[in-house]
């Protein structure tokens, strides 16, 4: 089985790995192209995985502007100045800044849910089923999912990336942690449309 080096350096640039490691995984998956590609992605996203709690103080604020009326900055963290002068983070947090102005979130993660709405959204949905006579678990799951459908769109992590609905942004940016190999972070964004104000 012979493993060309243009499927090699292909591998390499797409997986952000390097050109041993891109062979290894063509050799792995027997000249599979896709296949070695997948199983570089998800060893990619496994290590991106372990990098989240690694503390980001460098990066850089990018901004948005679409047609004049839309208009999104964000600022986004890396761990070292010399990531955050690369095309790549660039590049990334320009996509970002285009999602934001897009896709309208409110909330970067989840976490950032204030507990007074999560609790208003519980209490909603558990006062619809009040009557109905499921068992509990399964209301209970009803209600978990009620929840996570109502904050959908409005967590940025949680919204389907614009340029590529197979992912979310939180997984378009786990990419990018893992061709870098450090920890990225939205610290924060503000989204303005033209005459409407919150």
């Known amino acids: 089985m012979s493993i060309s080096i243009e499927d090699i350096k292909k591998l390499k640039e797409l997986s952000g790995a390097g050109l041993t490691d891109a062979k290894q995984a063509l050799v792995e998956a027997k000249g599979d192209?896709?296949?070695?590609?997948?199983?570089?992605?998800?060893?990619?996203?496994?290590?991106?995985?372990?990098?989240?709690?690694?503390?980001?103080?460098?990066?850089?604020?990018?901004?948005?502007?679409?047609?004049?009326?839309?208009?999104?900055?964000?600022?986004?963290?890396?761990?070292?100045?010399?990531?955050?002068?690369?095309?790549?983070?660039?590049?990334?947090?320009?996509?970002?800044?285009?999602?934001?102005?897009?896709?309208?979130?409110?909330?970067?993660?989840?976490?950032?849910?204030?507990?007074?709405?999560?609790?208003?959204?519980?209490?909603?949905?558990e006062a619809k089923l009040k009557d109905d006579k499921k068992p509990a678990d399964v209301k209970k799951k009803i209600v978990e999912g009620q929840i996570k459908k109502h904050f959908a769109d409005k967590v940025l992590m949680n919204q389907q990336y614009i340029l590529d609905d197979s992912m979310t942004v939180e997984a378009f940016i786990k990419t990018h942690i893992a061709k870098t190999g450090e920890n990225i972070t939205v610290r924060q964004f503000k989204r303005i449309e033209l005459g409407v104000t919150e």
Do not use: W
């Open 33 to 125: 192209f896709d296949k070695a590609l997948d199983a570089m992605r998800k060893k990619g996203l496994t290590k991106a995985e372990k990098r989240g709690d690694r503390e980001t103080r460098e990066g850089l604020i990018d901004s948005y502007i679409h047609d004049g009326r839309i208009g999104a900055i964000l600022e986004l963290n890396c761990e070292t100045s010399f990531v955050a002068k690369t095309d790549g983070f660039k590049e990334l947090a320009h996509y970002l800044a285009m999602q934001i102005a897009s896709m309208n979130p409110i909330y970067v993660s989840e976490a950032d849910i204030p507990k007074k709405e999560l609790d208003k959204v519980k209490k909603d949905a």
